[in-house]
């Protein structure tokens, strides 16, 4: 059975003392359950500690949450910039280059499509309103599984034979990759915005600018990030 690294998203908890919890959001376990996979929750840490725990397993996703701070990739913030959390920046951004480099199974969702592309040289457009976007609404009022605008693919890898040339999906974030950095394109909103990249020469690097975790029938992503697990836990026993 291979085991899914899933780096922690956040909340808030206590009636007198207010802290911070480190977990994810259900639908990525019973997703990834749903292919025979176990979840590790990964929790921010130094890097050293992190590395330990990376190299046990066998893949990793980067989940969706607030907005990176724009420092990393050389930009000030911007007034539509939504809250920061420094300390999951610096272990996401960590785990993200070292999956990078070691050939790790990766997906990237939403936020975490958006650390993808920043860990490795890339940049984001901070608000897509303020940077021109209006010709589609990517911060969606209807809630999952509703789906909301359409994809388009620029390349037949990982999602056609899921989808087709082209699907809709769910959209809820207001920034996005501007410059994907070393990722290839691999499909885009009507706008031009990015939904989809992938990191060549690299068994399995997936950034999904949307949430499949909450749609079901897009549970196929999380399917193809297992079979790369599988096909490393096979290359390691040989």
Known sequence: MPLVGITSQTAETGRINIDKVWGVREPYRAALESYGAGVVVLPPQPGPLMERVLSRVDALILPGGSDIDPRHFGEEPHPALGSVDPARDAAELFAARWAANKGLPTLGVCRGAQVGAVA???????????????????EQTSKAPALWHSVHLRDSRWLEPLFGDGFRVNSYHHQAIREPGPFKVLAEAGDGVIEAAYLPQHPFYLLIQWHPELVPEHWGIFGLLVEAAKGRLASAAD
């Open 120 to 138: 490795l040289g890339g940049s984001l457009y901070q608000d897509l309103q303020s940077a021109g976007f209006r010709q589609i609404a990517h």
